[in-house]
């Protein structure tokens, strides 16, 4: 009995080390994820990049690499992680799909934004929709200024899914951007009435400049200083700079 003990608990051993060099860039990318669901991304960051380097790490940690490094402005490494993925990802699964649909967010941050719309429009001609490539694709088409696409789009997202938060942001620039002020007003109030509020900038210096145009002004600017108040991240619209700069004009005016 001992010595049939002492050979079990060997290959227990045996086995326990064989995961963990099997496993290790798995295990280290563990405590990246910690970090990121914490919002400390720049630390996730840095540690998905250590456990890259060990080897071996999955599709979904490496997906969360390149995703992560794309927010923290690290474009370059995130075009590595997200090549990486799509080579490890099969055709036409969701996982292809997200990979592609965060490769065109790097295409848009290297300027090249008709290959960032034409990447996600192809995902969408494959008849693969959810509610990221909604927000993705609608943005996109905001920045272009093609407002007949934009608008066509991006009522057909808010049908899709109008309880998010940057689908109904998406929908509502557009309509500011056709000079619907009063269209896009109705869609700001409710979502700065919603529990929670959106998090991010651009609902808040989108509500407020329709906010000026509209003849309200003090409570615009009031707006756009909460923006000022929402994290900023790489893949926000506009800098935290531009936002400062775009409120001491409305300020001085």
């Not at 045996?14 to 496993?23: G, T």
């Not at 979904?60 to 080579?87: D, F, I, P, Q, S």
């Not at 009031?222 to 409305?250: D, G, N």
Request: proline share 2%; net charge negative.
């Amino acid at each position: 009995m001992t010595l049939f003990g002492i050979s079990l608990w060997r290959i227990i051993l045996i086995v326990v080390l064989i995961f963990l060099v099997v496993q290790r860039a798995n295990l280290v990318a563990a405590f990246a994820k910690f970090k990121y669901a914490r919002g400390r991304y720049q630390e996730a960051m840095r540690i998905f990049l250590v456990a890259d380097k060990i080897g071996n790490m999955n599709l979904n940690n490496k997906v969360l690499l390149g995703y992560v490094c794309l927010r923290c402005g690290e474009v370059a490494e995130a075009k590595k992680a997200l090549t990486m993925a799509a080579a490890m990802a099969r055709p036409k699964t969701a996982n292809r799909y997200k990979v592609k649909s965060l490769l065109a967010l790097v295409y848009w941050k290297e300027e090249d934004l008709e290959l960032a719309i034409e990447t996600l429009e192809e995902i969408v001609e494959d008849g693969f929709v959810n509610t990221s490539i909604y927000q993705n694709l609608g943005v996109l088409y905001n920045l272009k200024g093609d407002l007949e696409k934009a608008e066509k789009f991006n009522v057909k997202a808010y049908e899709y899914n109008k309880d998010d938060a940057i689908i109904c942001d998406n929908l509502a620039d557009t309509y500011a951007q056709m000079q619907e002020y009063g269209k896009a007003e109705e869609i700001y109030e409710d979502l700065m009435h919603r529990d929670p509020p959106p998090r991010f900038p651009e609902a808040y210096y989108g509500y407020g400049k329709v906010l000026i145009a509209l003849g309200k002004k003090e409570e615009g600017v009031k707006k756009i200083e909460e923006a000022l108040e929402k994290p900023f991240s790489a893949l926000s619209i506009h800098t935290k700079e531009e936002v400062e700069e775009m409120l001491r004009k409305f300020q001085e005016a």
